[in-house]
């Protein structure tokens, strides 16, 4: 596959997603905030008013795609996207659907069929994948397949194992729509914006530069996006917990969870980064092929600025869950005005890498706002704790690349050094390694019958 043919796909692929935002409705988080709390006290019509004005509105759009579509898209970037735009509602509603029934399990806490069904769509990918590239047929017409296949299959099995019957009623009333939707629009508001800071990047790389730029760039993303997909797995759960302490009132409990979250997340994905940063090469190599090398600095770069994204989640998972739904909307409104700014004066300069450097300051000046709006809420976040770690590596890679050569030996001794600065200076790393040898320690005795 071409890096033109690459582009296509994750532009249609980031399109798609697109479409599958402005279906949200900002439905996804008040249904999992909905279904968080013991079975017999859910709202079964707000359960069901939710189901019904997704389904409506992931009809409406796609129609409305399907039949327009292909007018207005390809002045998006160029006529090389034509082909497959009948593709984007199929991938979007698939997509929409699925999204849903995971929110729905995800606020009735079951995570291990949550879990299941991820595994699931991944080896499904993955297998996909393997097929057409063994049959020598990667195009972009069948890398849109992958998606629609690993799509279709776990919404299948998302169906036989959701517990639909359980929860709907043919009663909805116009106080649970007004309810729904009074939690939900600043959510969804939210939810576009987040679209915009998160994917308005490829949008203008495709539009400033090529989409051969837009190739890079995604390949540049790909590492990031796949420990996004554990980070959603993460947000799985401390989503609806850190929601049962603030409805419990145990602001203390829900603050301290907040910030050992906060802590040990930056640390871990702090290492990643450098290791990445360390081994971009090859990293890059395993990745792809040698004609994406020129892209391995930039896979770092959004690395590092993964880290920092996803602190700003987790802070403003937080603020949602404390009932502030209005706040998002705030805070995404200034972080994307500086991502399209950052955007329209880096990318023309640095071309594609210019893109990242606006991620990274837009994410910075996220968690800014996120932290201020979660003081006031009384939720005060630990900002030394959490920064420690991208402090550190900021300072290791500086020293690296100023001072010592590159050989193999070195880049491993200079992650030892992080890891001993971590074990050192962030207390929640050596309790959190104590009580996971303790626990392992324990259930291996157990195991052994002494």
């Known amino acids: 596959m071409s890096h033109a043919d690459f582009g296509t796909h994750a532009y249609i692929v980031v399109i798609s997603h697109g479409f599958q935002i402005l279906s949200g409705l900002g439905l996804n988080l008040t249904l999992v905030k909905n279904l968080s709390g013991s079975f017999e006290t859910i709202n079964r019509k707000v359960v069901s008013g939710i189901f019904l004005a997704r389904i409506s509105q992931?009809?409406?759009?796609?129609?409305?795609?399907?039949?327009?579509?292909?007018?207005?898209?390809?002045?998006?970037?160029?006529?090389?996207?034509?082909?497959?735009?009948?593709?984007i509602p199929i991938i979007f509603s698939l997509g929409s659907v699925r999204e849903l029934l995971l929110n729905m399990l995800q606020g009735l806490q079951q995570f291990n069929k949550y879990a299941y069904i991820n595994i699931f769509s991944a080896l499904t990918r993955l297998g996909s994948i393997l097929f057409f590239f063994y049959i020598d047929q990667l195009t972009v017409a069948n890398m849109i397949w992958v998606e629609i296949i690993t799509y279709g299959l776990s919404l299948l099995v998302l169906i036989v194992n959701a517990p639909l019957a359980r929860l709907f009623t043919f009663n909805v009333d116009k106080e649970a729509f007004k309810a729904i939707f009074s939690f939900g629009l600043p959510l969804y508001a939210n939810d576009i914006l987040t679209y915009i800071y998160n994917r308005v990047n490829v949008l203008l790389v495709g539009g400033l530069l090529t989409l051969e730029s837009v190739a890079y760039y995604d390949m540049s993303g790909k590492i990031p996006d796949g420990f996004g997909r554990l980070f959603t797995s993460l947000i799985v759960v401390f989503f609806p917990s850190i929601s049962e302490l603030i409805n419990e009132n145990r602001h203390g409990e829900a603050q301290k969870f907040m910030n050992r979250g906060l802590v040990l997340g930056s640390t871990c994905l702090s290492f990643v980064a450098l290791g990445i940063f360390l081994f971009r090469d090859e990293v890059m190599l395993l990745l792809a092929n040698e004609t994406y090398l020129e892209a391995s600095f930039a896979l770092a770069l959004m690395m590092i600025n993964f880290n920092l994204n996803s602190i700003a989640r987790m802070m403003g998972y937080t603020i949602v869950a404390a009932g502030h739904t209005t706040v998002p909307v705030k805070i995404n409104l200034v972080s994307s005005a500086v991502n399209i700014i950052g955007c329209l004066i880096l990318i023309p300069r640095y071309g594609?890498?210019?893109?990242?450097?606006?991620?990274?300051?837009?994410?910075?000046?996220?968690?800014?706002?996120?932290?201020?709006?979660?003081?006031?809420?009384?939720?005060?976040?630990?900002?030394?704790?959490?920064t420690k770690s991208t402090l550190f590596?900021?300072?290791?890679?500086?020293?690296?690349?100023?001072?010592?050569?590159?050989?193999?030996?070195?880049?491993?001794?200079?992650?030892?050094?992080?890891?001993?600065?971590?074990?050192?200076?962030?207390?929640?790393v050596k309790s959190s390694v104590r009580y996971g040898l303790k626990l392992v320690g324990g259930r291996w005795f157990s195991s052994n019958g002494t």
């Open 58 to 87: 992931i009809g409406l759009i796609s129609v409305v795609v399907y039949a327009v579509g292909h007018q207005f898209l390809p002045r998006l970037t160029d006529e090389g996207i034509t082909p497959f735009i009948i593709y």
């Open 393 to 428: 590596i900021v300072t290791l890679i500086v020293a690296y690349m100023t001072w010592l050569p590159d050989t193999y030996l070195l880049r491993g001794l200079t992650l030892l050094v992080y890891v001993a600065l971590c074990w050192i200076f962030i207390p929640e």
């Open 352 to 386: 594609y890498v210019g893109a990242i450097y606006s991620l990274i300051g837009m994410n910075v000046v996220s968690q800014i706002l996120n932290y201020f709006f979660l003081a006031r809420a009384g939720l005060k976040p630990q900002v030394l704790g959490f």
